[in-house]
């Protein structure tokens, strides 16, 4: 039986922020697999490591403590069946807003909100990142997702303005699908357009055949894990993000 190595490299991250970053496999630790990941790292002059952490493992979260990891987020999974979906709103935001796929022309006006839409994810919470990496991490994300990476980004319109979007996607299975990334424009934040920008993809995943949407979000947002909840999505899982440098530095910002 093939043995499975403890980490995976991970390229893309790698070439994006300039150091060598890869991700501990699994879930849960024990000391000898902390040894082997180490000694992994260590053979692969790995700078950078991700571990997302079982929440209910208490060897897991004191060997990752003791190791040195960083723990950066709360990741906070929520499924919606889409047949318990409920409907999209009917009030004066949905009247103002139009909601439709989005095109090439609106990457720039896209990236933009992407830059100050994420706040609350591991990466700004990681000291080792800059602010300026983390912007371009997600401006980068979104024009990825409307070039291909997404099998759809929605766009929420007002006034011919892009002013949030969301990006759908479908699983391997076709029968489940997953919200991508979510993002509104400063001026446009509370007025309901996060709801709608939901409520549109969950049709748009019905009209696919999916059964079940899941999203991911932190534990530190609270405003988005309601959202999500009155939009009829579900707590499924909660697990823990912690990051661990091998070396010192911060991280570079892709040219």
Request: aromatic residues 10%; positive net charge; proline residues 3%.
């Amino acid at each position: 039986m093939q043995s499975v190595e403890p980490c995976e490299f991970l390229p893309w991250d790698t070439a994006f922020f300039g150091r060598r970053i890869a991700r501990v496999v699994g879930h849960r630790l024990n000391p000898q697999r902390v040894c082997a990941i180490l000694e992994w790292c260590r053979v692969r002059e790995i700078e950078y490591l991700y571990f997302l952490a079982a929440v209910d493992d208490q060897q897991t979260v004191r060997l990752a403590e003791d190791h040195g990891f960083r723990l950066v987020d709360i990741r906070v999974t929520l499924q919606c069946s889409i047949g318990d979906r409920r409907s999209g709103r009917s009030d004066e935001t949905a009247q103002a807003v139009r909601v439709r796929p989005a095109r090439a022309g609106d990457i720039p006006l896209l990236q933009e909100i992407a830059r100050t839409s994420y706040g609350d994810s591991r990466f700004y919470f990681d000291p080792c990142f800059s602010v300026e990496a983390c912007e371009n991490l997600y401006a980068t994300w979104i024009k990825r997702s409307c070039e291909g990476y997404a099998d759809a980004v929605l766009v929420a319109e007002a006034e011919g303005r892009p002013i949030g979007y969301v990006s759908c996607h479908l699983l391997s299975n076709k029968r489940h699908g997953q919200i991508g990334l979510v993002g509104v424009g400063p001026q446009a934040r509370n007025r309901g357009v996060g709801h709608l920008l939901i409520c549109h993809s969950l049709q748009w995943f019905a009209e696919r055949g999916v059964d079940e949407v899941s999203v991911v979000t932190q534990g530190r947002s609270i405003a988005a894990q309601r959202l999500y909840q009155r939009c009829g999505f579900a707590t499924h899982s909660v697990q823990l993000w912690y990051h661990k440098s091998m070396g010192a530095g911060r991280a570079k910002v892709r040219s």
